[in-house]
């Protein structure tokens, strides 16, 4: 990680120690990151684990590739240098989110393998769940949600990944889910599943 531009700057470290804070609130923060191609069901999990955490009276918080961009990254493109910056700063937020505690569920293509190494890097040892939704690309394409692979087939989408821009999958994935002729609510109780194993939930 680089260092910042800013000089004279101080962490302000919280009053309460890490372990007194997960202590009060019955769990322990850690960020699993959800990656793979478009449409192939990144978001629709994270959003039911989500649920799924919230009515066990877990505090979780899903961090939406298409909702950061229109807000926290809305000057971002999807260039490789674009995409790396987005990567970045939702590495970032997500870091401070599992700090709070926050279970914190990220949903992004993040198609670099160092993006994801560097997202990795910024939590403590443990604390970063990959989850590679290892949907084919051709299932992904005949689901095609949002119409982009269309709009990639007829030249009218450049720099899509998958069709004209990489994708790197992870080599050694906390978790890995095929999608294909399984529901959403399954996958989704095999993350929880792994995150109660690991001791996230209290």
Same mark, same amino acid.
């Given at each position: 990680? &680089?260092?910042?531009? #800013?000089?004279?700057?101080?962490?302000? %470290?919280?009053?309460? #120690?890490?372990?007194?804070?997960?202590?009060?609130?019955?769990?322990?923060?850690?960020? @699993?990151?959800?990656?793979?191609? #478009? +449409? &192939?069901?990144? *978001?629709?999990?994270?959003?039911?684990?989500?649920?799924? =955490?919230?009515?066990?009276?877990? $505090?979780?918080?899903?961090?939406?590739?298409?909702? =950061?961009?229109?807000?926290?990254?809305?000057?971002?493109?999807?260039?490789?240098?674009?995409?790396?910056?987005?990567?970045?700063? @939702?590495?970032? $937020?997500?870091? =401070?989110?599992?700090?709070?505690?926050?279970?914190? =569920?990220?949903?992004?293509? *993040?198609?670099?393998?160092? !993006?994801?190494?560097?997202?990795?890097?910024?939590?403590?040892?443990?604390?970063? @769940?990959?989850?590679?939704?290892?949907?084919?690309?051709?299932?992904?394409?005949?689901?095609?949600? /949002? +119409?982009?692979?269309?709009?990639?087939?007829?030249?009218?989408?450049? +720099?899509?990944?998958?069709?004209?821009?990489?994708?790197?999958?992870?080599?050694?994935?906390?978790?890995?889910?095929?999608?294909?002729?399984? &529901? %959403? !609510?399954?996958?989704?109780?095999? @993350?929880?599943?792994?995150?109660? /194993?690991?001791?996230?939930?209290?």
């Amino acid at each position: 990680m &680089s260092a910042p531009k #800013s000089a004279n700057i101080t962490w302000h %470290p919280a009053n309460l #120690s890490h372990d007194e804070r997960e202590a009060l609130i019955a769990q322990r923060g850690c960020v @699993v990151w959800f990656t793979g191609f #478009s +449409g &192939s069901g990144k *978001s629709t999990i994270a959003r039911k684990v989500e649920q799924l =955490l919230l009515e066990r009276n877990k $505090v979780a918080y899903v961090l939406d590739g298409d909702n =950061l961009r229109m807000g926290l990254n809305r000057d971002l493109g999807f260039s490789p240098a674009d995409r790396t910056e987005n990567i970045r700063r @939702v590495g970032a $937020v997500a870091q =401070l989110f599992a700090d709070a505690g926050v279970l914190t =569920l990220t949903a992004f293509v *993040s198609p670099y393998r160092a !993006d994801r190494d560097g997202a990795r890097a910024m939590l403590p040892e443990g604390r970063f @769940v990959e989850c590679h939704v290892a949907t084919p690309l051709e299932e992904c394409e005949k689901r095609d949600p /949002k +119409g982009l692979y269309k709009k990639a087939r007829a030249g009218e989408l450049a +720099g899509f990944t998958g069709i004209d821009a990489p994708y790197e999958a992870p080599d050694a994935a906390e978790l890995v889910l095929d999608t294909v002729g399984k &529901s %959403p !609510d399954v996958s989704a109780q095999e @993350v929880v599943a792994h995150l109660e /194993k690991a001791g996230f939930l209290g």
